[in-house]
């Protein structure tokens, strides 16, 4: 079982920006598929992004295309959500998850039912 731990959330209003960080403490994410969900009050845990070996592959959830912005700092065994232009309906609690990629890839669908989960770190944009 990885142990991930999210930081970095916090208040912002409509249109500023956060950097969300996903870090583990006992094992090195390189090799794993990490991705980033969300999760709004009342509503079901949705994909946001996710990443495995650096940039060559990541996906977006069509909703934060253009807006956020998924890395990996491999020396610091970290991986980012670069969060841009929010919008009051970006409030969330996000979520980091990790898992051995698919053939190569990462797939939020095979994150969802089968990676490890960190606690969370709330986001909340509000005028």
């Known amino acids: 079982q990885v142990q991930l731990v999210e930081s970095g959330g916090g208040l912002v209003q409509p249109g500023e920006s956060l950097t969300l960080s996903c870090s583990a403490s006992?094992?090195?994410?390189?090799?794993?598929?990490v991705g980033w969900f969300r999760q709004a009050p009342g509503k079901e845990r949705e994909g946001v992004s996710c990443?495995?070996?650096?940039?060559?592959?990541?996906d977006y959830a069509d909703f934060v295309k253009g807006r956020f912005t998924i890395s990996r700092d491999i020396s610091k065994n970290t991986v980012y959500l670069q969060m841009n232009k929010l919008r009051p309906e970006d409030t969330a609690v996000y979520y980091c998850?990790?898992?051995?990629?698919?053939?190569?890839?990462?797939?939020?669908?095979?994150?969802?039912?089968?990676?490890?989960w960190g606690q969370g770190t709330q986001v909340t944009v509000s005028a």
């Open positions: 006992d094992f090195a994410l390189d090799g794993y598929a």
């Open positions: 998850v990790a898992d051995k990629p698919v053939q190569g890839m990462c797939v939020l669908s095979w994150l969802h039912d089968f990676g490890s």
């Open positions: 990443i495995f070996d650096s940039d060559i592959t990541t």
